[in-house]
């Protein structure tokens, strides 16, 4: 398993995790924490399976906010260096993925959401958008996939998961590489 490293930009804790350096980069954001989270397991095959550069970034302490959590992923992405990537998260993850590609559509690539919030937050312009829902999921209902789908259908694509629930990142891990990778077009 990869380690985690700590980056403190004014003392702020900022856990993340680097695997790969394949040509397709993805940086991934959590619902919860980086080390204990179904992403580990899709990065490790992304960066195996399919030679992609994959950076998994966590929330630090007391970061509530979706600008600090946007903040500190600028703030890793500058330390590692990487201009350019799709952007992901699952869950609440993904909300903060969504306000980066707002934010920094000039560094996004491309944006992932894994269990979408239900939320009226836009779509970024112009980024093509994957969506990937469990079938079953109960937190982020795939009708929340759908309706955002629908807002953005000529670039925004939905994938399904048969009987998977929310923690699909973890129960389904290998499935949803696949669907990453296959999306991206990239093997």
């Given at each position: 398993?990869?380690?985690?490293?700590?980056?403190?930009?004014?003392?702020?804790?900022?856990?993340?995790?680097?695997?790969?350096?394949?040509?397709?980069?993805?940086?991934?954001?959590?619902?919860?924490?980086?080390?204990?989270?179904g992403?580990?397991?899709?990065?490790?095959?992304?960066?195996?399976?399919?030679?992609?550069h994959?950076v998994?970034?966590?929330?630090?302490?007391?970061?509530?906010?979706?600008?600090?959590?946007?903040?500190d992923?600028?703030?890793?992405?500058?330390?590692?260096?990487?201009?350019?990537?799709?952007?992901?998260?699952?869950?609440?993850?993904?909300?903060?993925?969504?306000?980066?590609a707002?934010?920094?559509?000039?560094?996004?690539n491309?944006?992932?959401?894994?269990?979408?919030?239900?939320?009226?937050?836009?779509?970024?312009?112009?980024?093509?958008?994957?969506?990937i829902?469990?079938?079953?999921?109960?937190?982020?209902?795939?009708?929340?996939?759908?309706?955002?789908?629908?807002?953005?259908?000529?670039?925004?694509?939905?994938?399904?998961?048969?009987?998977?629930?929310?923690?699909?990142?973890?129960d389904?891990?290998?499935?949803?590489?696949?669907?990453?990778?296959?999306?991206l077009?990239?093997?």
């Amino acid at each position: 398993m990869t380690d985690i490293q700590i980056f403190e930009p004014d003392g702020r804790a900022i856990p993340f995790a680097v695997e790969g350096e394949g040509p397709v980069s993805l940086a991934l954001l959590p619902e919860g924490d980086v080390g204990a989270d179904g992403l580990g397991v899709i990065s490790h095959y992304l960066v195996e399976e399919a030679g992609f550069h994959v950076v998994r970034i966590g929330s630090r302490a007391g970061a509530a906010d979706v600008d600090e959590q946007v903040e500190d992923v600028v703030a890793v992405l500058d330390h590692i260096g990487l201009t350019h990537t799709w952007i992901g998260g699952h869950g609440a993850g993904g909300r903060v993925a969504r306000a980066f590609a707002t934010a920094h559509a000039d560094r996004s690539n491309g944006l992932l959401l894994l269990g979408v919030e239900d939320e009226d937050s836009p779509l970024p312009p112009l980024l093509p958008v994957l969506i990937i829902q469990g079938s079953d999921d109960d937190v982020t209902p795939p009708e929340n996939g759908t309706r955002l789908q629908a807002t953005a259908p000529e670039r925004a694509s939905v994938k399904n998961l048969d009987g998977a629930g929310h923690l699909f990142p973890l129960d389904h891990p290998i499935e949803t590489a696949f669907i990453i990778e296959e999306y991206l077009d990239w093997d």
